[in-house]
């Protein structure tokens, strides 16, 4: 095989891949974990367009020795590895991280024992390759990544995160086919396609999803607001205006490292007690909103009565007001963010009202 029909055979391969690559290079704002991983996998995509051509070399000058197994099982290693590199940069914990990387070992196991024993895989003395009772478990192994993919996509529907969850959803499925066609079928070398055009999708809408977030909450922005307030206008019902205490007080004598932790916080535990049926969006340094899609208010009521206890737990406290619509009015965003507004600014009277009368101190802005 020339470079030439290398460069044919994988010009799709390489252009996704090294199209992926330069976008990391020259993105200053992407998150350093996130860039470390896929340009591992941006490494290990062109690895694999080499391993495979030297497995159609290997097989047109009829090597089937040692070289040609060494190949064949750097190719099913490759294909698991960013597989096993995604679920672990998802993974929650360092705990999770060791165990999710457990089938990753076991694949570099079983394969290295196809240099000693038939039982994985080989070829005949015709050249034809052949599986042992352990052929299929890198296929497997690589299933089960795939798997906790859809696992993960289940996960961000639940929790309204609806276009990452059809991203990864397609992600997996197009990696499910690959692996059945190139298994079961006539496909060869599909894996690493779908990998290479999927990473690179897939990171063009994370790069598109940072002008939706805030980067320090990862909760939906101020933009967002505005965009879902115009575009699902005739399906909300109300607006919770939500104010954090404290915040000024916590920078002045605490740092504003402390302040962007309590922020966090607060984010987590409306995320926590909100997020599954009112998106929460951070509007402002402290001030945060949410839309209501629910048509009964109790229901409102009872998830901000959750979202102050979760709050209680974490140490934190925030100033609520809920505005819902009229019946038979047109839904107006700016006359129910006046109106939340104002009664979360009671609210905040409210509380250091109570906080004066027990002795306590609330630090208000």
Not at 175 to 191: H, N, Q
Not at 264 to 290: H, K, M, T
Request: charged share 25%.
């Amino acid at each position: 095989m020339t470079f030439y029909d290398y460069l044919i055979n994988n010009f799709g391969i390489l252009i996704c891949t090294f199209g992926l690559v330069i976008i990391l290079l020259f993105n200053r704002g992407a998150a350093p974990q996130m860039k470390r991983m896929l340009l591992v996998i941006s490494a290990i995509v062109f690895l694999l367009t080499i391993v495979e051509s030297g497995e159609r070399a290997a097989t047109d000058a009829k090597l089937y020795g040692s070289y040609h197994i060494f190949l064949s099982v750097a190719g099913y290693l490759l294909r698991t590895i960013p597989l096993c590199a995604i679920a672990v940069y998802f993974a929650r914990d360092r705990r999770m991280r060791i165990l999710i990387s457990i089938p990753m070992a076991v694949d570099f196991l079983v394969c290295g024992l196809a240099f000693f024993t038939p039982l994985v895989i080989w070829f005949d003395t015709d050249g034809e390759f052949m599986r042992g009772p352990l052929g299929y478990i890198p296929h497997l192994i690589g299933l089960f990544y795939l798997v906790g993919m859809i696992e993960r996509t289940v996960r961000l529907f639940r929790n309204r995160f609806f276009q990452e969850g059809i991203i990864m959803l397609f992600l997996a499925l197009a990696g499910v086919a690959a692996l059945f066609f190139e298994t079961f079928g006539t496909g060869k070398y599909l894996l690493n396609m779908v990998m290479a055009a999927g990473f690179l999708m897939y990171y063009m809408f994370i790069h598109v999803q940072i002008s939706a977030r805030d980067p320090l909450t990862s909760l939906l922005n101020r933009a967002s607001f505005y965009a879902d307030s115009e575009r699902k206008l005739l399906d909300i019902k109300g607006i919770i205006s939500i104010d954090m205490n404290e915040l000024k007080w916590i920078n002045d004598t605490k740092g504003h490292a402390a302040g962007d932790a309590a922020i966090v916080q607060v984010a987590d535990a409306l995320r926590s007690e909100l997020g599954n049926r009112f998106p929460v969006y951070r509007v402002g340094g402290d001030e945060f909103v949410a839309i209501c899609y629910c048509k009964q208010r109790s229901e409102a009521e009872a998830a901000i009565e959750r979202a102050r206890k979760k709050l209680e737990e974490a140490g934190r406290s925030c100033a609520f007001g809920l505005s819902y619509e009229d019946e038979g009015k047109d839904i107006n965003i700016d006359e129910l963010l006046r109106v939340a507004d104002e009664e979360m600014y009671e609210n905040k009277k409210e509380m250091k009202a109570k906080a004066d009368a027990d002795g306590t101190e609330l630090h208000m802005r």
